[in-house]
């Protein structure tokens, strides 16, 4: 399954950086996502990254936030800057290999991960 990493308590106006293994699969995914769930909300995506490295951003974090993968395609990051209390979530990746790559897209094809808590205090 997908392994998240990287979350923790920080400031507002912190950054943080969110890693998510992939190498368990040996498999490069076509579409490749974080998504965030704070509690007692509904789950949102966030950013997303195609095998072609192009990326997608929901509007409250674009300009803050930035996905990328590394060369060996087995680690997707989230850099977060200049994080605010509303970014407070659990934070998620997820994989599949259907088209298309979106923050609306519904990435269901490979089990989630447990997540990764973020807390941002104003």
């Known amino acids: 399954h997908l392994r998240e990493s990287g979350g923790g308590s920080v400031d507002s106006g912190g950054s943080l950086t969110l890693s998510c293994s992939t190498s368990?699969?040996?498999?490069?995914?076509?579409?490749l996502g974080w998504w965030r769930q704070a509690q007692g909300g509904e789950r949102e995506g966030v950013a997303t990254?195609?095998?072609?490295?192009?990326?997608t951003y929901t509007d409250f974090v674009k300009g803050r936030f930035t996905v990328a993968q590394d060369n060996a395609k087995t680690t997707l990051y989230l850099q977060m800057n200049s994080l605010q209390p509303n970014d407070t979530a659990m934070y998620y990746c997820?994989?599949?290999?259907?088209?298309?790559?979106?923050?609306?897209?519904?990435?269901?094809?490979?089990?989630w991960g447990q997540g990764t808590q973020v807390t941002v205090s104003s």
């Open positions: 997820a994989a599949d290999d259907r088209f298309p790559c979106t923050v609306h897209s519904n990435l269901i094809s490979y089990p």
């Open positions: 990254i195609d095998h072609n490295g192009v990326t």
């Open positions: 368990n699969y040996n498999h490069e995914f076509y579409c």
